[in-house]
């Protein structure tokens, strides 16, 4: 007799993401009928390295349809899947990497694969009759992430509009997720009233936060301080401000163009211009400060500015374990980014972060400026211990959906939530883990 925890069925069909193009959505079912679901959510500053993302090209949808990939989960990973034990989700996960047979999943499609590893995931756990969290955590899971939310978007995400991507804020002085969360209320509805009031308020970018139209970057880090200090909280110590730079958007081989100064500076310089923007602002961690081929620039600003400020590799480590230990061994970053779907299976990208910390790194559990309602990444936070977790900003359903699931499970978990707090925040690359354990 088979066990009951035997993948029976993968299906895959399209579904549409937040920004309205096609992505995949996988199910799998097993034996005992329990199901689990993923939709892969889709990058737009995407790094170099990344797993790649199977778009079908030509005209329909600019591109972006996912045929090809959805195909590929109805037929070769249906055909793979089929019999694996949910309850050993790396195993399954093996069986993905081993099928695709390539360095960036680029058979396959990492959307493909991560829908799958997402949902093979949700079926065990619907199996086992718990949250995927717990399931994840060994039934040890207490740590609740610091959220990282954005404001303003800017780069890729708002047509450029500033060269800067994310300007977002860290709550350090909140005791809780929910408090966390009411203070980047207040801070972002302020952030809406200072921007209509100078007229830089233009709707709201790809992930929710306002689209600003600023003269320079510096004016978006001078408004959201603002905002911070009119909504009446003490910036740095209560809240801080987090920057995604997104340089690979804009440098290369060294160089950096500012579109919105419309100017051209060299590594010393960008390095330079981001000392002092910690300088006049209550900034306390760079996300990509510098481009994902520029390593040296990477060494420059942490030896710099390392000690006192979290340095987060999104690009350059593009949530890969052999990336993350030779940036530790290098001293190029501090904590590393985690995206899903920048590896194609929840093993590898678990994987990061387990290098994460035996290097001391902090952690950053990372959506995508395309997403959809999918919860997983939350869980994701929660049930591997990862003390930060970046969302988007505080509006679009798609980003709320994943705040609201932390809180339920802060509630779920009662006395045993531990807040990761101001803690989580990597200032120094100490080997203390944050909040995580
Ligand atoms: C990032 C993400 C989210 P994208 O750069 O960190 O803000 O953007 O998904 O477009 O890569
Ligand atoms: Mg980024």
Same mark, same amino acid.
């Given at each position: 007799m088979s066990k009951s925890s035997l993948i029976t069925g993968v299906y895959g069909r399209q579904v549409w993401d937040s920004r309205g193009r096609p992505t995949v959505e996988a199910e799998v079912t097993l034996a005992s009928g329990a199901m689990g679901r993923g939709v892969a959510p889709a990058g737009a500053?995407? #790094?170099?390295?990344? +797993?790649l993302e199977l778009r079908d090209g030509g005209a329909a949808f600019g591109g972006f349809g996912v045929n090809q990939a959805v195909a590929n989960v109805n037929d070769a990973i249906a055909d793979v899947l089929a019999?694996?034990?949910?309850?050993?989700p790396d195993a399954v996960d093996r069986l993905l990497i081993e099928r695709d047979g390539t360095e960036n999943k680029s058979r396959l499609g990492a959307n493909a694969c991560i829908a799958v590893s997402m949902a093979a995931a949700h079926a065990a756990a619907a199996h086992e009759g718990v949250p995927l969290y717990a399931l994840l955590a060994g039934g040890d899971a207490s740590v609740i992430p610091l959220p990282e939310i954005q404001i303003f978007g800017g780069g890729a995400h708002a047509g450029?509009?500033?060269?800067?991507q994310d300007l977002m804020v860290v709550c %350090? #002085?909140? +005791?809780s997720f929910a408090e966390a969360l009411a203070w980047t209320a207040e801070i972002y509805r302020v952030a809406g009233t200072v921007m209509a009031a100078r007229g830089a308020r233009a709707g709201v970018a790809d992930e929710g936060g306002f689209w600003p139209a600023f003269a320079s970057n510096e004016e978006a880090l001078e408004t959201l301080s603002q905002a911070i200090e009119t909504a009446g909280y003490r910036p740095l110590e209560q809240v801080a401000i987090a920057v995604d730079i997104a340089a690979s958007e804009f440098g290369a081989d060294g160089r950096y163009a500012l579109a919105l100064e419309g100017r051209q500076i060299d590594r010393d310089e960008m390095v330079g211009l981001l000392m002092a923007w910690i300088d006049r602002y209550p900034i306390l961690s760079l996300e990509d %400060?510098? *481009?994902?081929?520029d390593a040296e620039g990477f060494a420059l600003l942490m030896a710099r500015c390392g000690t006192r400020m979290q340095v987060v590799g999104d690009d350059l480590l593009v949530s890969d374990g052999a990336r993350v230990r030779d940036a530790a061994a290098r001293g190029l970053a501090n904590t590393v980014l985690l995206k %899903?779907?920048?590896?194609?299976?929840l093993m590898e990208v678990r994987q990061a972060w387990e290098a994460a910390q035996a290097v001391g790194m902090g952690g950053i559990v990372s959506a995508r400026s395309g997403e959809t309602e999918d919860v997983t990444i939350a869980h994701l936070a929660v049930g591997w211990g990862v003390p930060q977790f970046k969302v988007g900003s505080f509006s679009r359903s798609e980003r709320m959906a994943k705040w609201n699931e932390v809180l339920r499970i802060a509630e779920a978990l009662g006395p045993k939530a531990r807040f990761a707090g101001g803690? *989580?925040?990597?200032? #120094? #690359?100490?080997?203390d883990q944050g909040g995580a354990s």
């Open positions: 500053s995407t #790094g170099r390295h990344e +797993a019999g694996a034990d949910a309850l050993t450029r509009r500033i060269d800067i %350090p #002085g909140a +005791a %400060p510098l *481009a994902e081929d %899903p779907n920048q590896r194609g299976t803690a *989580a925040l990597r200032q #120094g #690359g100490s080997s």
